[in-house]
């Protein structure tokens, strides 16, 4: 009954003390904030968060950096570049082949950001949300540009032209 009554991007705070019972059963206070973050035909669009130290709009942009960090962990693994399939153990290998995976994810995540504005955004599914990451936008069309029969050149320097701002660049992560 609590979220039905939000519109899409509003949030409602619960109101009363709120506590969380940690190891020692020593209660902490919290404030506990539900958001609308979908539109309005989606189902199970709500975030739900509690906080302690923080106001509720910085806590929400933490997760929201922190989701970023975790998309790139999935598309690392088992949703683009299959990291675990290299079955590496030496520190000094792994610690680079992720610095290169991160640097490949930045820009294929680029390449899916010029798709969009180029193409349009990828499909957006029934509950709201889109049908594939711009990470996988941009894989997809790098994947077919190296795997088309007949070489597409111009394309593929396209594709490596987002590299050139740096500034584009950073800001991806």
């Not at 969380?20 to 904030?33: A, K, Q, T």
């Not at 189902?43 to 968060?49: E, L």
Request: charged content about 30%; overall charge positive.
């Amino acid at each position: 009954m609590f979220a039905r009554l939000l519109s899409p991007g509003s949030k409602r705070i619960l109101e009363g003390k709120r506590y969380l019972f940690g190891e020692e059963d020593s209660p902490v206070p919290v404030r506990v904030v539900m958001r609308h973050v979908g539109s309005s035909d989606a189902d199970a669009t709500f975030f739900d968060s509690g906080t302690w130290g923080l106001d509720l709009d910085g806590a929400t942009d933490l997760y929201r950096r922190r989701w970023e960090i975790e998309s790139m962990f999935a598309a690392l693994k088992s949703r683009g570049f299959d990291l675990e399939a290299t079955n590496l153990t030496e520190p000094n290998r792994i610690e680079r082949l992720i610095g290169l995976l991160a640097l490949a994810f930045s820009w294929t995540r680029l390449v899916g950001n010029r798709r969009a504005r180029r193409e349009g955004p990828p499909a957006t599914k029934t509950h709201g949300r889109r049908e594939r990451s711009l990470f996988r936008y941009g894989l997809d069309r790098l994947q077919n540009i190296l795997t088309t029969p007949e070489p597409q050149p111009q394309a593929f320097f396209d594709c490596l032209r987002v590299l050139r701002s740096p500034t584009a660049f950073l800001l991806c992560t």
